[in-house]
């Protein structure tokens, strides 16, 4: 009832790292330098994949697709971090943010189920080869890519149908970008289903899918260390090292930043650099450098 007479606020404040000035200079260095990276290296890799027959295969059209989240979860919250390094007001409308923060909500979600989906394929490739074009066909492809879109937009949509966010009281977001846990330490009101509906979903989305390829990984290694050539056992593995590799930055700092939300909320911004940041921009260069398929594309 407190809230009630309140005016709701129609501007939110982006602290970021810093207002010093040279340090802003840096900081637009090093964030410009990986944004080009970032666009670059998985347009490039999206490209390749699409003008080479050779990569048109199940592990390359998910390695397309994740190019593709990549890019757009970069270009939700880059281009805004980079004018607001220069900007002493570093304001984003209520609206601005939400669309912001859904956004990159939508794609957080569809990377999770994309790389459980990786990690599966991965594993009927090593573990079931004779009946991999069989299982991982081209039309159980499409329809794992229509439920992973389909399912993330709804899991995103569902917050919003439930209890739409209201700021009235505190403008001030401790972040770079309208992340979703920072957005909820501002927003007013009874947030309890909210969060409730947060930790739920953290646990379908981010526990869940880590689940699998856990499982899918075990499965790879006792299958990799039943063959009995040294060469055989090595192309497994490096195989699967690129994904693993993706997997273990995504998901390590993913999972300690939704799932110790009350321990690591004054670190939220530099934690989400790992997986907003940093992963979109060695994606390309873990699945190019390490593959030989895509060297030779």
């Not at 637009?28 to 330098?33: M, N, R």
């Amino acid at each position: 009832m407190d809230n009630v007479n309140q005016t709701l606020l129609t501007e939110l404040i982006l602290v970021g790292f810093t207002q010093n000035f040279q340090a802003c200079i840096l900081l637009f260095v090093l964030f410009f330098i990986m944004y080009i990276l970032t666009i670059l290296g998985n347009s490039f890799l999206i490209f390749t994949i699409i003008v080479s027959p050779q990569l048109h295969t199940p592990m390359y059209y998910f390695l397309c697709n994740l190019s593709s989240i990549d890019l757009g979860y970069t270009s939700s919250s880059i281009p805004k971090l980079l004018l607001d390094l220069f900007s002493n007001t570093r304001t984003i409308s209520v609206t601005g943010c939400l669309i912001q923060m859904n956004f990159a909500l939508f794609l957080g979600v569809a990377e999770c189920i994309l790389l459980a989906v990786m990690a599966y394929d991965r594993y009927v490739a090593i573990c079931f080869p004779l009946h991999y074009t069989v299982i991982m066909s081209w039309r159980v492809c499409n329809c794992i890519t229509i439920v992973m879109w389909s399912g993330s937009f709804i899991g995103t949509l569902i917050p919003n149908i439930i209890k739409p966010l209201v700021f009235c009281k505190r403008n001030q977001l401790n972040h770079i970008s309208c992340e979703i846990l920072a957005v909820l330490e501002v927003a007013c009101g009874d947030l309890t289903i909210t969060k409730m509906h947060m930790f739920f979903q953290s646990i379908v989305v981010l526990i869940s899918p880590l689940l699998l390829i856990i499982v899918s990984y075990i499965c790879i290694i006792i299958s990799v260390l039943k063959i009995s050539s040294v060469g055989g056992r090595s192309k497994a593995f490096s195989t699967c090292a690129s994904h693993l590799t993706v997997v273990i930055m995504f998901y390590g700092t993913s999972v300690v930043m939704y799932m110790g939300q009350a321990r690591f909320s004054s670190s939220l911004k530099y934690i989400s650099l790992v997986y907003g940041v940093g992963t979109p921009v060695l994606n390309p260069f873990i699945y190019s450098l390490r593959n030989k398929d895509v060297k030779e594309a």
